[in-house]
């Protein structure tokens, strides 16, 4: 018995290593690489993956590498490998895995959009065009780093932003800036959103009727990042400057086929300082006013966005959130010298200090649900997002009567406000998309948007007999600003090989209800309006094509503007509202080329804007006192060319450029003669940017603005040049960057003005000219 014993262990071991080598099954690979199949470029970060026959779950899955190659592994069987990329039809292909296979070139198909079959694009450039207008991909502009979202803005063709962050397209400050495709009181201070955090921005200068019809401009949709790519990703970036200047944050996403995670976190501090001189003469009095103010500010920020994504069969719930919390502390001091300009003799002189600090918080969610069907062309998506934004600022103000000097024994007079602002936006959205044909398609929605703007201001006088502060009823106020737009749109899109068009018609109807709490004031107005538009393009061939848009537009006057109450930090030039405002209706019309080829990529257009009921700022001067406040003026024309050109003139050279030049005729006639103005203006941009061995990336970023018309005067020209420099490090996972902004130290804003009652000039100049240095790793 005993000798069977070894003879049976030997069976049982023979037994048991053949069934392991058979449960360990051979594994095959699946090799290949994606590419576009309109101009065969490679396709990074397409999400690969590989199913069994009617499993919801990937045997295996992966992205393409940075030149589209990817791979898998997986044990014989029968598999459907699925390709999945944002802008791409989905694709699906049969494999019957029995040895290693190569594939070779697998191409994906762009998503069919109409009238954005031909795009001016370039993987090089952080740039893109269409027919509606153009995308930024700030990620690939070396001058974004450490930036915010206005740094951008600021390299983008057709935008101008002035020093106090507002922003211009092709001349206009009426701009209907979108979080995340959403109306947000975020969007009031763009210069607290990183450029880390944004994954693209898209900017429409004449919309369809699927957007607002707000904004004489057009719409800026700043979209942020969430990730997209299967398994776990993530990027952290690191900014110091002189001065102390501090940006850093990180990013990471976690996504499956049946769901995404994502957050992101950023951390912003920004000192500078800076100073402003106004010269003002009132012709009647023959008094010349001098103004220098001197500034420090130190600004700190959070910013928080954060989301989900579950996916199941056809459906997409998404949840986004985006925080953000600031503290703002400055320091202005205004010196005053007023003079008689025949005799120079002294008049009046003063010096007021303010010191302001500000405390900002507000947060944006939304809730999306998406279905999509077998058809790509249709879809619907429901939205209800709400956002609340708190504003409190602080304001001492000291004051040094008949004295140039800034010492204790000077001090007499001193005056404190408080600002408490809350803005409340709601939205709730519906959007359906369904095809009729092959060749055509509808498009239909409803959206209500509601918004509340409370502003209580408080301004304070100290009375020395008292020994307290007492309010100043005659300036402080609570202005509360309510408002609900209620829209539906009506889209019909057909195509053919050569030619492509949507008719769109949308209609909006207006409550708006403001309330002086100071003389229990109230106004109501409501109307309804009909914004039609039309997109089409005509596509000569496969690299060419015209387009031409309309549509007719509306910008409704802000809160801010209606407010009549008066901002008296400077008591000699003081900004208030105008509560009888009414809105502007526009009508925009362009037309356009897009071209794109081998090496190089061209879009132009040619616009005209035609303004009834002008919205702009003129000054008046009651009592020796200039009061700078809104006004409708008659009318306002404005027109002119776009020209927008990718170059690659080597492989290590390519060049990014744009013009923009367009004329302005204003009539505000109605207030004065002298309100009526015309003139000409252009801007270019150019970025210029080389690659070298070892890694070692270089760009140049210059901008440039010719001087423009206002209501009584014009703004001056001004221009600034950038320069970067990147080294790749860790197989392009990693980068130490350093960058040199305003080389040349001469970015500031200057202006002057010319009326029948006085002339005034400007000059405003923060420091621009510092150094950055940033690095960044990505997994």
Excluded at 7 to 25: K, Y
Excluded at 95 to 124: A, H, M, P, R, Y
Excluded at 212 to 233: F, M, P, R, S, Y
Excluded at 714 to 730: G, P, V
Aim: with cysteine; glycine share 6%.
């Amino acid at each position: 018995m005993k000798s069977l014993l070894p003879s049976a262990l030997g069976f049982l071991l023979c037994l048991s290593t053949t069934f392991i080598s058979n449960a360990q099954e051979k594994t095959y690979s699946i090799e290949g690489f994606l590419q576009d199949n309109a101009n065969a470029e490679a396709l990074p970060f397409v999400q690969v993956a590989l199913f069994a026959p009617n499993e919801a779950s990937p045997v295996a899955f992966s992205n393409s590498g940075d030149e589209g190659q990817f791979s898998l592994t997986a044990a014989k069987g029968d598999y459907l490998l699925r390709f999945y990329l944002i802008g791409f039809e989905k694709k699906e292909l049969t494999i019957n895995l029995t040895t290693n296979k190569k594939l070779g070139e697998v191409e994906l198909k762009s998503e069919n959009q109409n009238l954005e079959e031909v795009v001016v694009e370039s993987t090089k450039f952080p740039i893109r065009s269409d027919v509606e207008g153009i995308t930024i991909n700030p990620d690939r502009n070396l001058s974004n780093l450490g930036g915010t979202l206005l740094d951008i803005l600021r390299n983008t063709p057709s935008v101008s932003v002035t020093e106090e962050g507002t922003v211009s397209l092709r001349g206009s400050s009426g701009t209907n800036v979108l979080i995340n495709g959403r109306n947000s009181s975020l969007t009031q201070n763009l210069d607290q959103i990183p450029a880390s955090s944004i994954e693209y921005i898209k900017i429409i200068n004449n919309p369809n009727a699927r957007y607002d019809a707000e904004a004489e401009g057009g719409v800026i949709d700043i979209v942020l990042k969430k990730g997209e790519n299967l398994g776990t990703h993530g990027n952290g970036e690191f900014t110091y400057g002189n001065r102390g200047r501090m940006n850093t944050g990180a990013n990471i996403n976690h996504r499956t086929l049946n769901y995404n995670i994502f957050a992101g976190y950023n951390f912003r501090r920004w000192k500078s300082v800076g100073e402003r001189r106004r010269e003002r003469e009132i012709f009647e009095d023959a008094e010349l006013l001098k103004q220098n103010t001197f500034l420090t500010d130190d600004n700190m920020g959070h910013n928080l966005n954060f989301g989900a994504d579950y996916y199941f069969g056809n459906n997409i719930i998404s949840y986004e959130g985006f925080f953000q919390s600031g503290d703002d502390n400055e320091v202005n001091t205004l010196y005053s010298d007023l003079r008689d300009k025949v005799s120079d003799d002294l008049v009046l002189e003063y010096v007021r200090k303010n010191v302001e600090s500000e405390a900002d918080d507000g947060i944006d969610n939304a809730l999306i649900y998406e279905r999509t069907f077998e058809s790509p062309d249709k879809s619907l998506k429901i939205i209800a997002s709400n956002s609340y934004r708190n504003q409190f600022k602080t304001q001492n103000i000291s004051i040094y009567r008949n004295t140039s000097e800034l010492l204790n024994e000077n001090l007499n007079g001193m005056e404190r406000a408080f600002t408490d602002e809350k803005r409340y936006v709601s939205v709730f959205q519906a959007d359906f998309t369904s095809p009729l044909s092959p060749s055509s398609k509808i498009e239909a929605g409803l959206k209500s948007n509601l918004r509340k703007f409370d502003n209580d201001y408080i301004y304070q006088r100290y009375q020395e007999n008292s020994q307290a502060y007492i309010a100043d009823p005659n300036i402080s106020n609570r202005f509360i600003y309510k408002d609900q737009i209620h829209a539906g749109y009506f889209i019909y899109a057909g195509k053919s090989s050569k030619f492509d068009y949507t008719l769109g018609l949308r209609g909006e109807y207006t409550f708006v209800d403001t309330f002086l709490a100071n003389t229990a004031e109230s106004n109501q107005q409501s109307y309804f309006n009909l914004f039609p538009s039309l997109q089409t393009q005509y596509k000569i061939d496969a690299e060419n094509a015209l387009k031409f848009t309309y549509s007719r537009r509306i910008d409704r006057p802000t809160a801010w503007r209606l407010n009549p109450f008066p901002d008296i930090t400077d008591s000699l030039s003081v900004r208030r509202g105008n509560p009888n405002l009414q809105p502007e209706m526009i009508h925009s019309i362009e037309f356009g080329y897009l071209g794109n080829f081998e090496n190089a990529s061209l879009s132009s257009n040619l616009f005209y804007r035609h303004v009834d009921g002008q919205l702009d700022f003129v000054t008046l001067i009651e009592d020796g006192i200039s009061y700078s406040q809104p006004a409708n003026l008659n009318t306002a024309v404005s027109y002119g060319a776009e020209i927008i050109g990718l170059i690659d003139i080597a492989p290590w050279w390519n060049l990014n450029g744009s013009i923009t030049a367009f004329g302005i005729n204003i009539d505000g006639s109605n207030i004065g003669e002298e309100f009526k103005n015309k003139g000409f203006a252009w801007n270019s941009k150019l970025m210029s940017s080389f690659t070298f061995p070892l890694g070692f990336s270089f760009q140049l970023a210059g901008n440039y603005e010719s001087a423009e018309i206002e209501a009584q005067g014009r703004d001056l020209s001004q221009y600034y040049l950038d320069a970067s420099m990147q080294k790749s490090l860790i197989k392009k996972k990693a980068a130490l960057s350093i960058s040199l902004r305003d080389i040349f130290d001469t970015r500031r804003y200057a202006g002057n003005s010319l009326t029948n009652t006085f002339s005034q000039s400007f000059y405003a100049k923060r420091e621009s000219r510092f150094v950055m240095v940033s690095a960044k790793y990505k997994f």
